[in-house]
């Protein structure tokens, strides 16, 4: 993995969507599901622990959801309503003695309109939001379940319960070591007969440095290494080692403060720094292994099908709207912005950050980094730009999955989804943006939604809200002796048809 750590075993891991990628949708399963059987369409959703879910017609901020019957823990113990109310307290319940500070940090702003929930009987759990939000079913499918026995097992202690961790999931926990390695075996019981793993074991290693991951493959310490770096891919193929891309709903950006006091609320500056990006440079640095920038999803993506504006290069333009705004090479405008060595989805961010500061630099932007580790620079993503843990940065450089709406776009704009309560790091706030996003929001006919979500696309793209610089086609290096694998177009992917061979 290109995690520093192994994930967190709680049901809602830490480490981004790599993490739910490893432990997440391994260990435990959710309400719903992704469907990551194919590799040449994007994934949709399917049922999970629920065969069904439905709003309530009379009430559209009710939602029910029917449980599968016949699922059991690894335990065991049959799953329970009961189960599913306690994994939902645990993430958002503060005042619940399960309630688990690390599973809410990364679990409550992928729900943040939930405001309650219960059983209703035997076989059926709802939920309430505050506001209508038609985006529910993405929200819960990061939500994985967990037994409520054996967290009293364990002493009614989640760190105690990590090493012990059970879900239903395919993959059962046989030992973990957070800054080592997780040893995950196959569930044979699983209630998805279909996916019970054709491997007998899964090993997990967090490699965060690119030259390691790819010397650890060499050496046949690992079968598989995520993101390898693009100087390494054209030997690795030459010694036999079998390189999988596919593109998938992911954007490599500058996430930027566009709230008072932040030099990127002009809009001058932002459209000038988007201007000043040679996107196809980068793209022969990263050895053909990306797309080019094309917003906060690649084009051809059902929100950016046909896309009403693109960034492209043009330095003098650029160089023309940062000169109205005061900002020349000789005048520049110097400002910090917040990246890490590595992490899920984040590419070689050392190498792209760096050649994105010399293009900046040659149009009057003066970039210097703060370089941190990725789970910290989530951590203060969460604070907020204003934060003391932010160190004085104006952008920050997360890649982050664009699989639903909500998570794609809604989370970053919606005035008052500002941490804690969601990821509007930045303090952006426009009755424009909030009133599209009230109808998307409101919209439970697909055709009519997708319209509207291409819309709000095509204003962030315009207004330059974000840095686009990249979209990655996930690479991933494997040894020839893995079989099986199916590369979906998503964050996720199931691990259950690899095996390895002699």
Same mark, same amino acid.
């Given at each position: 993995?290109?995690?520093?750590?192994?994930?967190?075993?709680?049901?809602? =891991?830490? @480490?981004?969507?790599?993490?739910?990628?490893?432990?997440?949708?391994?260990?435990?399963?959710?309400?719903?599901?992704?469907?990551?059987?194919?590799?040449?369409?994007?994934?949709?959703?399917?049922?999970?622990?629920?065969?069904?879910?439905?709003?309530?017609?009379?009430?559209?901020?009710?939602?029910?959801?029917?449980?599968?019957?016949?699922?059991?823990?690894?335990?065991?113990?049959?799953?329970?309503?009961?189960?599913?109310?306690?994994?939902?307290?645990?993430?958002?319940?503060?005042?619940?003695?399960?309630?688990?500070?690390?599973?809410?940090?990364?679990?409550?702003?992928?729900?943040?309109?939930?405001?309650?929930?219960?059983?209703?009987?035997?076989?059926?759990?709802?939920?309430?939001?505050?506001?209508?939000?038609?985006?529910?079913?993405?929200?819960?499918?990061?939500?994985?379940?967990?037994? @409520?026995?054996?967290?009293?097992?364990?002493? *009614?202690?989640?760190?105690?319960?990590?090493?012990?961790?059970?879900?239903?999931?395919?993959?059962?926990?046989?030992?973990?070591?957070?800054?080592?390695?997780?040893?995950?075996?196959?569930?044979?019981?699983y209630w998805d007969a279909a996916r019970i793993p054709k491997s007998e074991k899964l090993v997990l290693i967090p490699l965060p440095e690119p030259n390691t991951r790819v010397a650890a493959l060499r050496s046949n310490q690992v079968d598989w290494i995520e993101a390898p770096p693009a100087d390494a891919v054209p030997s690795l193929k030459q010694a036999g080692y079998t390189i999988v891309t596919n593109q998938y709903p992911h954007n490599w950006t500058w996430q930027l403060a566009t709230a008072e006091g932040s030099p990127w609320r002009d809009s001058r500056i932002r459209r000038g720094a988007n201007l000043a990006i040679d996107r196809a440079a980068m793209k022969g640095m990263l050895g053909g292994l990306m797309d080019e920038g094309a917003g906060l999803l690649p084009l051809g993506s059902t929100?950016?099908?046909?896309?009403?504006?693109?960034?492209?290069?043009?330095?003098?333009?650029?160089?023309?709207?940062?000169?109205?705004?005061?900002?020349?090479?000789?005048?520049?405008?110097?400002? *910090?912005?917040?990246?890490?060595?590595?992490?899920?989805?984040?590419?070689?961010?050392?190498?792209?950050?760096?050649?994105?500061?010399?293009?900046?630099?040659?149009?009057?932007?003066?970039?210097?980094?703060?370089?941190?580790?990725?789970?910290?620079?989530?951590?203060?993503?969460?604070?907020?730009?204003? &934060?003391?843990?932010?160190?004085?940065?104006?952008?920050?450089?997360?890649?982050?999955?664009?699989?639903?709406?909500?998570?794609?776009?809604?989370?970053?704009?919606?005035?008052?989804?500002?941490?804690?309560?969601?990821?509007?790091?930045?303090?952006?706030?426009?009755?424009?943006?909030?009133?599209?996003?009230?109808?998307?929001?409101?919209?439970?006919?697909?055709?009519?939604?997708?319209?509207?979500?291409?819309?709000?696309?095509?204003?962030?793209?315009?207004? &330059?809200?974000?840095?686009?610089?990249?979209?990655?086609?996930? =690479?991933?290096?494997?040894?020839?002796?893995?079989?099986?694998?199916?590369?979906? *177009?998503?964050?996720?992917?199931?691990?259950?048809?690899? *095996?390895?061979?002699?």
């Amino acid at each position: 993995m290109t995690a520093a750590a192994v994930p967190l075993t709680n049901g809602v =891991p830490d @480490q981004g969507a790599e993490g739910h990628r490893f432990m997440g949708v391994t260990l435990y399963d959710q309400l719903v599901h992704w469907d990551l059987s194919k590799a040449d369409a994007p994934a949709v959703l399917r049922p999970g622990l629920a065969t069904a879910w439905k709003v309530d017609p009379t009430n559209p901020k009710r939602w029910t959801f029917t449980l599968r019957e016949g699922v059991r823990f690894h335990d065991g113990k049959p799953l329970t309503v009961q189960d599913v109310v306690f994994s939902f307290d645990r993430v958002l319940k503060a005042d619940a003695p399960h309630f688990d500070q690390r599973a809410a940090a990364f679990g409550r702003v992928r729900v943040p309109t939930v405001s309650a929930w219960e059983a209703v009987d035997e076989r059926t759990f709802a939920l309430e939001t505050r506001t209508v939000d038609s985006t529910v079913p993405y929200g819960v499918s990061w939500i994985g379940i967990v037994q @409520q026995a054996a967290w009293e097992a364990a002493g *009614r202690n989640w760190d105690a319960y990590m090493p012990k961790a059970i879900g239903t999931g395919p993959w059962k926990l046989e030992a973990f070591s957070i800054r080592e390695r997780a040893v995950l075996v196959r569930n044979p019981d699983y209630w998805d007969a279909a996916r019970i793993p054709k491997s007998e074991k899964l090993v997990l290693i967090p490699l965060p440095e690119p030259n390691t991951r790819v010397a650890a493959l060499r050496s046949n310490q690992v079968d598989w290494i995520e993101a390898p770096p693009a100087d390494a891919v054209p030997s690795l193929k030459q010694a036999g080692y079998t390189i999988v891309t596919n593109q998938y709903p992911h954007n490599w950006t500058w996430q930027l403060a566009t709230a008072e006091g932040s030099p990127w609320r002009d809009s001058r500056i932002r459209r000038g720094a988007n201007l000043a990006i040679d996107r196809a440079a980068m793209k022969g640095m990263l050895g053909g292994l990306m797309d080019e920038g094309a917003g906060l999803l690649p084009l051809g993506s059902t929100w950016n099908d046909v896309p009403k504006f693109r960034w492209g290069y043009d330095p003098a333009a650029a160089k023309k709207l940062l000169a109205d705004a005061g900002v020349t090479p000789r005048t520049p405008l110097k400002t *910090r912005i917040g990246i890490s060595t590595s992490g899920s989805g984040q590419m070689q961010p050392m190498a792209m950050n760096e050649a994105l500061q010399q293009m900046l630099k040659d149009v009057g932007i003066e970039i210097e980094f703060e370089v941190f580790e990725w789970n910290t620079l989530l951590t203060i993503w969460r604070d907020g730009w204003k &934060a003391p843990s932010n160190r004085g940065i104006t952008g920050i450089n997360i890649s982050f999955t664009a699989i639903d709406p909500f998570t794609a776009m809604i989370r970053f704009l919606r005035s008052d989804l500002t941490p804690p309560a969601g990821n509007n790091w930045g303090g952006f706030s426009s009755p424009d943006y909030d009133a599209l996003i009230a109808k998307i929001l409101s919209e439970f006919d697909q055709t009519a939604q997708d319209k509207l979500v291409s819309d709000l696309h095509a204003k962030i793209v315009e207004d &330059a809200l974000f840095l686009f610089v990249a979209h990655d086609l996930n =690479p991933r290096a494997m040894s020839r002796k893995v079989q099986g694998f199916v590369q979906a *177009r998503s964050w996720f992917q199931d691990l259950t048809p690899v *095996r390895v061979t002699g």
